[in-house]
T-cell receptor, first 113, second 114 residues
């Protein structure tokens, strides 16, 4: 089955700096890669996603890149703000018809004011 | 209006008891899921139902039995609770619009087995 590894497990950055979280996946059939943000006491919430036919996607301060050959994808947050502090999860699935999401182990991001 | 709602939010019970967690979604989605998040925050899928039919069943002990009375509800019943069942359980739903599968999560139910 699919295996998703995520690094680092914890990350602290100064407010205003950039944060990068990296994930690798094992199943080359995976074609959908979402990123979820989980705030304290809440459920995970989708913040951005990317499909395998796209190399990069950006939404304001958040961007995701995908390297299908190397089977890794990354989340980039620029101009970090205190409200970005949360646990971030990457995930992978084979898309429609096989929607099981396999999650990475999470990254606790702390923004230092 | 909460899109995916779970009840209760907290559940404290003794080992050996039977308990249920309820989940309802008002998004009109056909597919619902149960995930377990352990103390290290690791999220793992347990079950998935599409239009009341079981489509994903990970290697979960048969003490866990999901029940879907209709496509807007997916309840989780747990028999003979064990200490290791202590975790946060999340319900989620999705619309299965190809090619992606955006899943929307509830706020979770924190289960503590004493």
């Amino acid at each position: 089955g699919e295996n998703v590894e995520q690094h680092p497990s914890t990350l602290s950055v100064q407010e205003g700096d950039s944060a990068v979280i990296k994930c690798t996946y094992s199943d080359s059939a995976s074609n959908y890669f979402p990123w979820y943000k989980q705030e304290l006491g809440k459920g995970p919430q989708l913040i951005i996603d990317i499909r395998s036919n796209v190399g990069e996607k950006k939404d304001q301060r958040i961007a995701v890149t995908l390297n299908k050959t190397a089977k890794h994808f990354s989340l980039h947050i620029t101009e970090t703000q205190p409200e970005d502090s949360a646990v971030y999860f990457c995930a992978a699935s084979k898309g429609f018809g096989n929607e099981k999401l396999t999650f990475g182990t999470g990254t606790r991001l702390t923004i230092i004011p | 209006d909460t899109a995916v709602s779970q009840t209760p939010k907290y559940l404290v019970t003794q080992m050996g008891n039977d308990k249920s967690i309820k989940c309802e979604q008002n998004l009109g989605h056909d597919t619902m899921y149960w995930y377990k998040q352990d103390s290290k925050k690791f999220l793992k899928i347990m079950f998935s139902y599409n239009n009341k039919e079981l489509i994903i069943n990970e290697t979960v002990p048969n003490r866990f039995s999901p029940k879907s009375p209709d496509k807007a509800h997916l309840n989780l019943h747990i028999n003979s609770l064990e200490l290791g069942d202590s975790a946060v359980y999340f319900c989620a739903s999705s619309d299965r619009i190809p090619p992606q599968n955006i899943q929307y999560f509830g706020a979770g139910t924190r289960l503590s087995v004493l």
